[in-house]
């Protein structure tokens, strides 16, 4: 099925450890997104990729460092992990000439103890 | 001032009620407007889009008054199936992409 796989699905980690989230997408989108939600606070934007080749930051980047490997995949990591960063992650992607929005990917629910 | 203001609710209606939600924004410079709905711990998956001239789908329909910088979003004949988040959504456009904004979500319970 058409659409933008995240993995992993759950993690848990300890302070100061590193992770990468993973998210591709197959619908040849030109602009991919990570957000993060968290209760209350709704869905921010902490890294976008307009194009491949490009990143740019969003409301919320500090603590995160983003790839724009190739078309296909935008990766997010967390350098060193803080209790502050456990939230729902959530990758999209979207086209410019698309007016429906963004396709999201199912989540990443990271807990950092 | 958030970008995108909603009463977080949640509203808890019988089943066949109308509700409605409200949602505002503070960028006058918005062009575009979107409902999202989301389901309890799954991904935001978009509902409608909202025209300037107003628009159905279905039970649903969307109003936009730019003058007043609100969208509305009106569900008639409530279902249990509709129990979910609402989020708001604006769209801001830069030169080669669009960011969307999102309000924190209005939650409705309907109830048999």
């Known amino acids: 099925n058409a659409g933008v796989t995240q993995t992993p699905k759950f993690q848990v980690l300890k302070t100061g450890q590193s992770m990468t989230l993973q998210c591709a997408q197959d619908?040849?989108?030109?602009?991919m997104y990570w957000y993060r939600q968290d209760p209350g606070m709704g869905l921010r934007l902490i890294y976008y990729?307009?194009?491949?080749?490009?990143?740019d930051k969003g409301e919320v980047p500090n603590g995160y460092n983003v790839s724009r490997l190739n078309k296909r995949e935008f990766s997010l990591r967390l350098e060193s992990a803080a209790p502050s960063q456990t939230s729902v992650y959530f990758c999209?992607?979207?086209?410019?000439?698309?007016?429906?929005?963004?396709?999201f990917g199912s989540g990443t629910r990271l807990t950092v103890v | 001032r958030k970008e995108v203001e909603q009463d977080p609710g949640p509203f808890n209606v019988p089943e066949g009620a109308t509700v409605a939600f409200n949602c505002t924004y503070s960028?006058?410079?918005?062009?575009?407007f979107f409902w999202y709905r989301q389901d309890c711990r799954k991904e935001p998956k978009l509902l409608m889009s909202?025209?300037?001239s107003g628009n159905e789908d279905g039970r649903f329909t969307a109003q936009l008054n730019r003058a007043s910088q609100y969208i509305s979003l009106l569900i008639r004949d409530s279902k249990l199936s509709d129990s979910a988040t609402y989020l708001c959504?604006?769209?801001?456009?830069?030169?080669?992409?669009?960011?969307?904004?999102f309000g924190s979500g209005t939650r409705l319970l309907v109830r048999p």
């Open positions: 909202v025209y300037s």
């Open positions: 960028n006058s410079a918005s062009q575009s």
């Open positions: 999209a992607s979207s086209e410019v000439q698309d007016y429906r929005g963004y396709t």
């Open positions: 959504v604006v769209i801001l456009w830069g030169d080669s992409s669009y960011k969307l904004i």
């Open positions: 619908m040849n989108h030109n602009s």
């Open positions: 990729s307009a194009s491949e080749g490009t990143t």
